[in-house]
């Protein structure tokens, strides 16, 4: 393997223009590189973009600042300034037709569970603890072993298969211990009863950094600041072949307004999906290592954004909804992000948040279709009459989450291996190494790259290995610092 070390007048192509991709820009602009950035869409943040409709901004999957590393956090206030807004965190859970708070409060468990449920569950918890399953396999294990039988059932199956359609069982134990590490039944009522003083449990974020026009408006002004620094960024560009000799890239296929161009590179920093990234590869690679990236799953995600003639709906910034019988997943309320994301203080603009597969029904619904589903729901829920909806618009996200499947490591490993001899390539973000990385993680591990790519040594599938700020429930989208977390 061939290492590159960066130096001026080097072609660097980064592929991808969500956080990762445009941070690691950033940094190689930065450093005199002026890297060249492909991206397939017309708009740049990938997931973490904002969306206008009509005046109305909408996120896709609700994005949270938040971080323990000062890198990112000085990058982010310098982008914004007083644009980044401080918000409280408030998030409820929908079940069985109440309301559940979340950050969970004994009273308010007790009042929608019953004495008896309640005591059921702890008596189950406790059996677990006595007899635990092991060896821990999959996300059904993780959660038993920490919950209990009886609280697994009520708050984790119904939800988690929702949004990953699959069983919990073909989840893999790796996806809990990565996004919910720390969390039980114990840690969960330590922090009922904690008084609110710092240091109490820090895994809970209670407040996060949020821009005022939607996270977009951060990658808007990486995207100006990129370009100031020399770099380019390609809107509608899609890399299409990926050519190597056996120890580097050498030349990138890009398509652009239905033409083809060969691009020499001197190294890559690519944010692709692992799958699309192997199988576009020239020469091909080996039979094993091809089949090991079709073995790959994402979870796929559409927002249907309502607006709703209604000045307030609900006080929260978002609400999951467990109840199996509904197809929604969970509820954003993009006003209570930032006022400003709504144009009219009269009205107001829900995200009804939908996890498919690519294909799948809700995938193939028409635009009026799927409002129209979201309509009922939203009025079935009992927040907005179908009356007060005005009208909505459809957004679907491909690829959004990168799925934890049975099989996933053993052929995540498979690809690591055989990316190891290219070494002008560097993986980095959530799609472009399957990892469930939070915002910040992928932001980090791009800027660490760079490094890499100067000489330096660092290991990227360790970031995010060992942190200890994650959130007390699983975080999905979305996404994580920067996402928005999953119970």
């Known amino acids: 393997m061939n290492k590159v070390h960066l130096r001026k007048g080097m072609e660097v192509v980064v592929i991808g223009a969500g956080p990762a991709g445009l941070t690691a820009a950033h940094a190689l602009t930065a450093s ?29 999957g609700g994005h949270r600042f938040f971080t323990k590393q000062p890198l990112i956090r000085t990058l982010w206030q310098s982008l914004l300034g007083d644009e980044l807004l401080t918000r409280p965190r408030l998030s409820r859970i929908y079940f069985d037709g109440r309301y559940y708070d979340y950050p ?20 189950s918890y406790l059996r677990r603890k006595v007899r635990p ?48 590490r720390g969390l039980s ?33 951060m990658w808007e002004a990486l995207e100006r600041q990129i370009r100031e620094q020399g770099g380019t ?68 995600f559409l927002t249907v954004a309502l607006i709703v003639d209604a000045a307030e709906l609900f006080p929260d910034n978002w609400i999951y909804i467990h109840d199996p019988s509904l197809r929604v997943g969970r509820i954003q309320n993009y006003k209570n992000w930032s006022p400003a994301m709504v144009p009219d203080p009269t009205l107001t603009c829900v995200g009804m948040e939908y996890f498919c597969r690519a294909g799948d029904d809700l995938w193939r619904m028409n635009d009026d279709a799927l409002v129209d589903l979201a309509t009922r729901e939203l009025e079935r829920i009992g927040i907005a009459a179908r009356g007060l909806v005005r009208e909505g618009v459809v957004v679907r996200m491909p690829k959004a989450y990168p799925l934890y499947d049975e099989g996933f490591d053993a052929a995540l490993a498979t690809i690591r291996e055989y990316l190891e001899r290219f070494g002008n390539l560097q993986v980095v973000g959530r799609n472009g190494m399957h990892r469930y990385n939070n915002m910040d993680h992928s932001m980090l591990t791009a800027m660490l790259a760079v490094r890499n790519l100067f000489g330096e040594r660092h290991d990227l599938w360790g970031i995010n290995a060992d942190d200890d700020y994650h ?16 119970p």
């Not at 840690?187 to 996060?208: D, N, P, Q």
């Not at 975080?475 to 928005?484: E, F, M």
């Open 471 to 486: 959130e007390l429930q699983s975080d999905l989208s979305a996404g994580a610092a920067g996402d928005v977390d999953v």
């Open 104 to 123: 969970l409060k004994p009273l308010n468990v007790l009042r929608n569970l019953g004495v008896s449920t309640s005591l059921r569950a702890i008596g």
């Open 185 to 217: 039944l114990r840690t969960a009522v330590l922090h009922m009863f904690a008084l609110r003083r710092g240091g109490a449990i820090r895994s809970l974020v209670e407040e996060f950094l949020y821009p005022r026009l939607g996270p977009g408006q």
């Open 133 to 180: 399953i092991a060896p821990e396999t999959s996300f059904a294990d993780w959660v038993t072993n920490r919950f209990g039988d009886r609280l697994f059932e009520l708050f984790f199956r119904a939800y988690t298969e929702k949004v990953w359609g699959v069983p919990c069982t073909a989840i893999g134990a790796q996806w809990a211990a990565q996004r919910i």
């Open 32 to 60: 005199g590189v002026p890297a060249v950035v492909c991206e397939q869409d017309g708009q740049v943040g990938g997931i973490a973009r904002t969306v206008e409709y009509k005046g109305f901004r909408f996120d896709l």
């Open 233 to 300: 960024v390609c809107l509608d560009s899609r890399v299409t072949g990926i050519h190597h000799d056996g120890s580097g890239i050498t030349a990138l296929e890009v398509e652009r307004a239905g033409s083809g161009e060969l691009r020499r590179v001197d190294a890559v920093i690519s944010t692709m999906p692992l799958r699309h990234l192997i199988t576009a590869l020239k020469p091909e690679p080996p039979a094993a290592v091809v089949a090991a990236a079709l073995r790959l799953n994402y979870r796929d």
